[in-house]
C-alpha cells in the first residue's frame, strides 16, 4: 500500500533555531499537507500544497510539494517553545482516477523545543 | 472557529464488549471519516460516510466495525466486540467538500481495551 516515509524521527533544538523535516514516497500524490498535532489532541492542519514545485508559507512555516509529487518537506523558521509537538505530513490522491479519499499520514517527527 | 467535537474523551471497555464513540461533525459538512492512531503511530485512516452511507474503507475497519449517521447531526463508530489491539486514539474529521483542505479532525477519543 501507500506509504510515507517520514524523517527524522525525533528533533531536540534549542529555541531559536530553525527545523526541517521531510517526507518521501514511492506513490505520487495530489495534495501534500503538513499537520501538527499536540498532546492529546487531533491533528491540525499547517500548510497545504496542491502543485508540484509549490513552495508555501503560513508565518514562520514553509513548505514545498517536490516536483515529481513524490516527497516534501517543512521548514519551521525561528523556533519557539509553542512549537513543540508531533508534525506529520499526509497525502491524498483523491484526483487521481480512481484515487482514494483517505489521507496517507506519515509517523511523523516529534519536535522538542529548548527554552 | 468550528469544531469537530468527540465523546467520550476517554472510554475503558473489558474485552469483548460494545463501545460507541461519538462524534458531531461541523454542521454543514457532509463528508465524515474516521481515523485511528495506536501509541505512538501514525494516524490510519479507516472509513469514510457520504450521503448516508460508506463510500471508502480501509482492510482495518472488518466486520466488528460499523458507522452509522442516525439523526443529522451525531457520527457514531461501533466496535461490536472489543480486542485489546484495538485500543488506541479514534479520531473522527469532517470536510464540506472532498477537498482535503478543509479537513477538520476532532480531540479523539482514547480507547483503552482491558
Known amino acids: 500500500g501507500q506509504q510515507l516515509n517520514q524523517s527524522p524521527q525525533s528533533m531536540f533544538i534549542q529555541e531559536g533555531e530553525d527545523v526541517s523535516m521531510n517526507c518521501t514516497s514511492s506513490?505520487?500524490?495530489?495534495?501534500w499537507l503538513w499537520y501538527k498535532q499536540d498532546p492529546g489532541e487531533g491533528p491540525v492542519l499547517l500548510i497545504a500544497l496542491y502543485k508540484a514545485g509549490e513552495l508555501t508559507s503560513n508565518g514562520r512555516l514553509t513548505a514545498q510539494f517536490g516536483i515529481t509529487r513524490k516527497d516534501s518537506f517543512l521548514n519551521i523558521s525561528a523556533s519557539i517553545p509553542s512549537d513543540v509537538g508531533i508534525y506529520f505530513c499526509?497525502?491524498?490522491?483523491?484526483?487521481?482516477?480512481?484515487?482514494?479519499?483517505?489521507?496517507?499520514f506519515g509517523k511523523g517527527t516529534k519536535l522538542t523545543v529548548n527554552p | 472557529e468550528p469544531e469537530v467535537t468527540q465523546t467520550p474523551s476517554h472510554q475503558v471497555t473489558q474485552m469483548g464488549q460494545e463501545v460507541i464513540l461519538r462524534c458531531v461533525p461541523i454542521s454543514n459538512h457532509l463528508y465524515f471519516y474516521w481515523y485511528r492512531q495506536i501509541l505512538g503511530q501514525k494516524v490510519e485512516f479507516l472509513v469514510s460516510?457520504?450521503?448516508?452511507?460508506?463510500?471508502?474503507k480501509s482492510e482495518i475497519f472488518d466486520d466488528q466495525f460499523s458507522v452509522e449517521r442516525p439523526d443529522g447531526s451525531n457520527f457514531t463508530l461501533k466496535i461490536r466486540s472489543t480486542k485489546l489491539e484495538d485500543s488506541a486514539m479514534y479520531f473522527c474529521?469532517?470536510?464540506?467538500?472532498?477537498?482535503?483542505?478543509?479537513?477538520?479532525f476532532g480531540s479523539g477519543t482514547r480507547l483503552t481495551v482491558v
Open positions: 474529521a469532517s470536510t464540506l467538500n472532498r477537498d482535503s483542505y478543509g479537513y477538520t
Open positions: 506513490s505520487i500524490f495530489n495534495t
Open positions: 499526509a497525502g491524498h490522491s483523491l484526483l487521481t482516477q480512481g484515487g482514494s479519499e483517505k489521507l496517507v
Open positions: 460516510f457520504y450521503n448516508n452511507e460508506i463510500s471508502e
